[in-house]
C-alpha cells in the first residue's frame, strides 16, 4: 500500500471512529426525501405496480484528504396490498481507511387507517460490516507507535435491527425509526487504555407535504431531525418546487452546518436523475469546497399487479 501522511483533519475524520465518542455516525443525505428506506424500514411506496430502484452517491467536504464518501442502493417492492419487502446496502468510507458495509433486508406492513390514509410498520435486519486498515501511513505527530488506536487493522462484523413507523396520505407523510438498534464496540480496550467506537442508536424524524399551487406547479417542503446519545441534534429544512411533474429544484438549509441547493429530473417516466450541493457554513468550510450527491430513481412496472394506489408525495 502506498505510504502516505495523516493530515490533522483526517485524523480527526478516524478518531471520530476510531476513539470514544458519542457523536453522529450515521451518514448524512441531502436528498433524503428520495433515499428513505436507508434510514425507515417502513417506508412503503404504496404503489402496487413498480418495483422501486434507487443509488445514491455522496462525496462530502471535497478538498480535505480522506473526507468521507458514502454510496447507497435500495430496492423496494410490494409483494401484497399490506406488505413490502426490501433490500438495501450502505458504503461509507473515511480516506480508505475506515470502512463501514450495511447490508439489511426490509419488512413493512401497511395499515389503511382511513379511506385516504395508510400506516406502516417496518423491520430492518441485517450485518454491519466494519473495517479499519492503517497500514502504509504515519501520523504527522510522529510514528504510529505514538497512538495506539492505529496500532492494528479492525475487521470486524455485528449484526443489527432497525424499526421504524411511517404514516402517509397522498399529500403527506411522516415517518419516525430507529434503523440501527442494537449498540455496537468496534474497537475494543487497549493496554489498559480505552480506545473505543461504539455504533450509538440513531433517531430519524422527518415529514413533508404537497401543496398544490397550479395544476403546473407544486410546493414540496420537508424536514429531517436526526438525533444521537451525546450529540446536537441536527435538522434539515427543505423547500422544493416540482414544474409540470418533470423538474424538482430546491434549496435547502442544514442547522449550524450547511447550505443546499437541489435538482432533479425526470428523464423519462420511469427514471428520474438528481443532484444536490452543501455549501458550508461552519468552520470546516474553510477547509472545503462543498460537497456533491447524485441520486437515481427507477420505478420498474410489474405485470404483478393491475391497479395501485395513489403515488405518494415522496415521488411526486
Not at 149 to 174: C, H, M, R, W
Not at 205 to 230: A, C, M, T
Amino acid at each position: 500500500m502506498k505510504n502516505f501522511t495523516i493530515t490533522p483533519i483526517l485524523s480527526v475524520l478516524i478518531g471520530m471512529l476510531s476513539l470514544s465518542t458519542v457523536a453522529q455516525q450515521d451518514p448524512q443525505f441531502t436528498q433524503y426525501m428520495y433515499n428513505q428506506s436507508i434510514i425507515n424500514p417502513a417506508y412503503a411506496t404504496a404503489n402496487k405496480s413498480e418495483l422501486n430502484v434507487g443509488a445514491l452517491y455522496r462525496s462530502q467536504w471535497v478538498g480535505i484528504e480522506g473526507a468521507p464518501k458514502t454510496a447507497s442502493l435500495f430496492i423496494h417492492y410490494p409483494v401484497s396490498d399490506r406488505v413490502e419487502v426490501g433490500i438495501s446496502f450502505t458504503n461509507d468510507d473515511i480516506g480508505n481507511v475506515v470502512t463501514e458495509n450495511n447490508i439489511y433486508a426490509d419488512f413493512a406492513y401497511v395499515l389503511p387507517v382511513s379511506e385516504t390514509a395508510k400506516l406502516s410498520l417496518g423491520l430492518k435486519a441485517g450485518l454491519t460490516l466494519f473495517d479499519a486498515n492503517f497500514n502504509g501511513f504515519n501520523l504527522q505527530s510522529g510514528g504510529r507507535d505514538t497512538d495506539i488506536a492505529f496500532n492494528e487493522n479492525i475487521t470486524q462484523s455485528f449484526p443489527n435491527v432497525g424499526l421504524g413507523a411511517f404514516y402517509f396520505t397522498d399529500k403527506f407523510y411522516i415517518g419516525l425509526s430507529a434503523p440501527n438498534v442494537l449498540t455496537t464496540t468496534h474497537l475494543e480496550n487497549e493496554n489498559g487504555i480505552q480506545s473505543t467506537g461504539v455504533q450509538n442508536i440513531h433517531f430519524f424524524l422527518n415529514s413533508g407535504y404537497v401543496f398544490d399551487i397550479s395544476p403546473n406547479l407544486r410546493f414540496k417542503p420537508s424536514f429531517l431531525v436526526k438525533g444521537v446519545k451525546g450529540a446536537p441534534l441536527t435538522a434539515d429544512i427543505n423547500a422544493n418546487f416540482l414544474i409540470n411533474d418533470t423538474l424538482e429544484v430546491g434549496i435547502g438549509h442544514r442547522l449550524e452546518d450547511s447550505v443546499m441547493a437541489l435538482i432533479n429530473f425526470k428523464v423519462t417516466p420511469e427514471l428520474r436523475l438528481g443532484y444536490a450541493y452543501d455549501y458550508t457554513t461552519s468552520n470546516l468550510g474553510n477547509f472545503n469546497s462543498g460537497s456533491h450527491e447524485i441520486i437515481l430513481l427507477y420505478n420498474v412496472k410489474t405485470k404483478f399487479w393491475i391497479n395501485g394506489y395513489d403515488r405518494s408525495p415522496r415521488f411526486f
